[in-house]
């Protein structure tokens, strides 16, 4: 039997079985630049993850890589525990999300949702009750008879959803589904998606550019840069223990404060920088809402104040560099003034200005 076939088949027989996915030194080379470095990290079945980072740093690369849609230029991928780096998509075992929904114009709901299913000749009783129970579990079983255009883009990313359901694929991977979406739908969204996940318990790749998509939803984050993976942890140790310069400025709304020790100590700071290592070679950062005001402290120049209703944030200068303070309600403040600032030593975070990853662990 063709290898493909035969892992295809054993994915048929395990039905909704929760399935790994794993990454080993894969790579992806476009003429001689790397878009995807040997990079490693491995999805537990029936897990979310997300793939975090800014445009450009191989997410969505990576993404095709697992589906089959582009070839690997070295490395492993293993779906289940097994190789699957050279089987086509067809012979994966999972179902894809796109962030363009990739719905067809002249086709209605039903026949959107059921048309993969078609392709494949399952049979008319079978895709009638896939059909029926995906409508169910989206709430669009009053809509099978519309047409896309008449659909909200809540709707259509809802029907995106629902082809993967009916595939029963136990891997679904999802290119930042919810980017076309406005605010208010993104964060329903969110919730809907998460849901639908834990309830048919899919092994779940999710990439997105949007860090508080992956960290409300995620059971894991693989924050990539340059294509490389610079963090892979859950949310809440991305967001306490970044474990370089850029994971703490990219993750938290707004980012945490990085800046040169010798500016706060030069601007009237205190701290006290870890044993043993040189001042001038060391970054200090803090989070917004650690930041403390007094009468006196480490002296920063107010540039702007921005005022969010439960929160003030207060954009300032130290030494030239840029701060951010954030305090619970209305700071009556101006541009030009003078305020100090406290820093609580057991809420800095520190980092090698050269390597730019953390020094001390907490």
Known sequence: MNPCAGYFFALRLVGSRMVSVELRTVTKNWGGTA???GISFSVEGGRLVALLGPSGCGKSTTLRLIAGLEDTSGGTIAIGGHDVTHAPP???GIAMVFQNY????????????LFGLKVRKVSRADRDTRLARAASI???SGLLERKPS??????QQRVALGRAIV?????????EPLSNLDAQLRVEMRREIRELQQRLGMTMVYVTHDQVEAMTMADQVVLMRNGRIEQDAPPDVLYETPETIFAARFVGTPPMNVLPLTAVLAKGGTVSPPPGLDPAGLALGIRPEHVGLGESGVAADVVAVEYLGADTLIEARIDGHFFIVKRAGKMRLTAGETIYITLSQSAL???????ERRVVRD
């Not at 990739?102 to 949702?113: G, M, Q, R, Y």
């Not at 975070?349 to 390597?355: E, M």
């Open 138 to 140: 989206l709430g669009l």
């Open 35 to 37: 878009a995807v470095d």
């Open 90 to 92: 067809s012979k994966r």
């Open 167 to 175: 595939a029963e694929a136990p891997v679904c991977l999802m290119d």
């Open 102 to 113: 990739a719905l067809f114009p002249h086709l209605s709901v039903a026949e959107n949702i």
């Open 349 to 355: 975070h520190w980092f090698d200005l050269a390597s």
């Open 150 to 155: 008449q659909l909200s883009g809540g709707q």
